[in-house]
């Protein structure tokens, strides 16, 4: 069996067996092996693998040693090029990143280890190579324009990996009497946005640092010019945006949600996008005359919006619910429901409300896109192509789409379906550069040429 081991920067494996031949049980089957369940896999961020062998009952010395490996699955095998000859560790630089299944086989007199490995075979072990740290960007920092009653700061960021942690985010700020990085919130979900209220002993000039970490341990950094807090004795009018860098979208992946709605096409909005105009007013207040209980659906449709904003989740949900048991048949207030929903991690509510939508809508791009969402995060994979595939039927040329398709095959261990889903986006018009970006980036760690 394979234990992880940690040593001189390498990603290290150990193999303990018998020498002598042991016949493999699998190399008659045919067909790709289902995916590993993650508890199975070794995640390595480093391009070197080392693999320490130990011979239990060593009486000859070894003739040869060699290591083979998948990158789809166990549909075909290939040996490894070994920089270390017969003896352990085994080292071997892998061709690119992805997930690899490997098999390890000695010979010596008495003969081979095993049989080399067929389709179908069952790796030794198998590991999850990444060298890609996150890609993150700091959107924007900028003071509420309540500040001086409520001291606070809306931060957005785009963080895009295909292996992000659960809660990938964390949040430091640095003043002029602090000197060092003090958290602010660790372990936030990627949402795109955090409100902080500044606390009244911290004024002057702040940095604030935002931290993405991923499953294999990278984490990149970035952090944002100085900002100026002014004191709370000092009423200073605060500018709209002192940190406002050029608008894009929030790269997604399949096991990263949407959090902002479009009520005017029912459909998401980029979560990297500024927030509407407006957003720093209290709550929309009800019609007057109107009585408590009795504010139309659109007036508790705009207060769950105004909530949901701002991160306040629970708040949103409540507000929608209130929409939806006055008019049951609006669908936007639907759409952002199950959107907080998943915010929330309520993955299978959030999923029962897309699919009440498309039992009465079954083309609403905005509840299909959410549910094949809900599907991979679940990694119900085959289930969130089949929606995926739904969605492209309703819009052919919609680039996002076609993004998580070829991401769902990926995980579903199929680089053809894959790369041929991202290739169809060089074909759409008007695609935005950072979607042209994120696929460019895929083609390279995913290309055509299996060999090494």
Same mark, same amino acid.
């Given at each position: ?34 995916? =590993? ?26 003739? @040869? ?123 936030? /979900? ?39 807090? /002014? ?22 992946? =399949? ?11 029912? @459909? ?14 209290? =709550? ?51 759409? @952002? ?116």
């Amino acid at each position: 069996m394979f234990t992880n081991l940690a040593a001189e920067a390498f990603a290290q494996i150990l193999l303990a067996f018998a020498a002598g031949p042991t016949p493999n049980s699998l190399a008659e089957s045919t067909g790709a092996l289902p995916a =590993p369940r993650p508890e199975f896999v070794r995640r390595i961020r480093t391009e070197r693998v080392r693999v320490d062998f130990v011979l239990r009952n060593e009486r000859e010395p070894l003739t @040869d040693v060699a290591l083979w490996y998948t990158d789809d699955l166990s549909q075909s095998w290939k040996r490894a090029r070994l920089s270390s000859g017969l003896d352990s560790p085994a080292i071997w630089e892998v061709p690119r990143d992805g997930l690899y299944g490997l098999f390890l086989i000695v010979v010596n007199a008495a003969g081979a280890s095993a049989l080399d490995p067929t389709p179908g075979t069952a790796p030794h072990q198998w590991v999850l190579v990444d060298t890609a740290p996150p890609e993150l960007k700091l959107m924007s920092v900028r003071r509420d324009r309540r500040f001086a009653e409520n001291r606070r700061l809306l931060i957005r960021w785009a963080a895009d990996d295909l292996r992000l942690t659960e809660r990938p985010i964390d949040i430091h700020f640095r003043s002029a009497t602090t000197k060092t990085f003090t958290a602010i919130e660790c372990g936030l /979900p990627n949402s795109g946005a955090f409100p902080w209220n500044v606390p009244g002993d911290v004024n002057g000039e702040v940095v604030i640092k935002i931290a993405a970490h991923d499953e294999v341990g990278h984490t990149t950094e970035v952090t944002s010019e100085p900002l100026a807090i /002014p004191d709370d004795s000092i009423a200073t009018p605060a500018p709209d945006s002192p940190v406002d860098e050029p608008r894009i979208a929030r790269a997604e992946s =399949p096991g990263n949600a949407r959090s902002d709605t479009d009520p005017r096409n029912a @459909d998401y909005a980029p979560a990297g996008t500024p927030l509407p105009e407006g957003l720093d007013r209290e =709550p929309p207040e009800p019609p007057p005359g109107a009585k408590p209980g009795e504010r139309p659906a659109m007036e508790r449709f705009r207060q769950g919006t105004w909530h949901r904003q701002r991160g306040e989740w629970k708040l949103a949900e409540e507000r929608y619910r209130e929409a939806l048991q006055s008019d049951p048949g609006m669908t936007p207030a639907r759409l @952002d429901l199950a959107g907080v929903l998943f915010k929330q991690r309520r993955f299978d509510e959030a999923g029962q409300e897309y699919r009440r939508i498309l039992a009465e809508q079954p083309e609403n791009a905005g509840a299909l896109r959410g549910l094949a969402l809900v599907q991979a995060t679940n990694k119900e994979y085959q289930s969130a192509r089949d929606t995926l595939q739904r969605l492209l039927t309703v819009r052919p040329k919609d680039p996002e789409a076609w993004l998580y398709l070829g991401d769902v095959s990926i995980f579903m261990g199929d680089r053809v379906a894959a790369r041929t889903a991202w290739k169809k986006i060089e074909s759409i018009p008007n695609v935005a550069p950072d979607i042209r970006e994120r696929v460019q980036k895929r083609l390279v760690i995913y290309p055509a040429d299996d060999s090494p």
